[in-house]
């Protein structure tokens, strides 16, 4: 059974600094990409960064500069550092993992597995 659980997501003000961990579970976690999507209400879920199986990083523009993703194959955990926060960027953020290797997508149907989520206000 593949877990994706999500941790790290709370209130901080325009400026400040969050890490997300997403902690995987039940899958061969060094080969799958693994990405960053978000959420607000009523609106549809965004990419937001992902990392390939080797490393490769790719970036939204709306946080290209701001935010950096990494892995850690050993703990079978990714994050995403976002740093510089605005208001804008409050939303539900999901981990998700995606197992094919030969193509990094953007487009969260290709992903195979989902973690619920977890909070990211941050207040103007």
């Known amino acids: 059974q593949v877990q994706l659980v999500e941790s790290g997501g709370g209130l901080v003000q325009a400026g400040g600094s969050l890490r997300l961990s997403c902690a995987a579970s039940?899958?061969?976690?060094?080969?799958?990409?693994m990405a960053w999507f978000r959420q607000v209400t009523g609106k549809e879920r965004e990419f937001v960064a992902a990392v390939s199986w080797n490393g490769n990083t790719y970036y939204a523009d709306s946080v290209k500069g701001r935010f950096t993703i990494a892995r850690d194959n050993a703990k079978n955990t990714v994050y995403l550092q976002m740093n510089s926060l605005k208001p804008e960027d409050t939303a539900v953020y999901h981990c998700?993992?995606?197992?094919?290797?030969?193509?990094?997508?953007?487009?969260?149907?290709?992903?195979?597995?989902w973690g619920q989520g977890t909070q990211v206000t941050v207040s103007s």
């Open positions: 998700a993992a995606d197992g094919t290797v030969e193509v990094v997508t953007t487009d969260q149907r290709e992903y195979d597995y």
């Open positions: 039940g899958l061969p976690f060094s080969s799958y990409t």
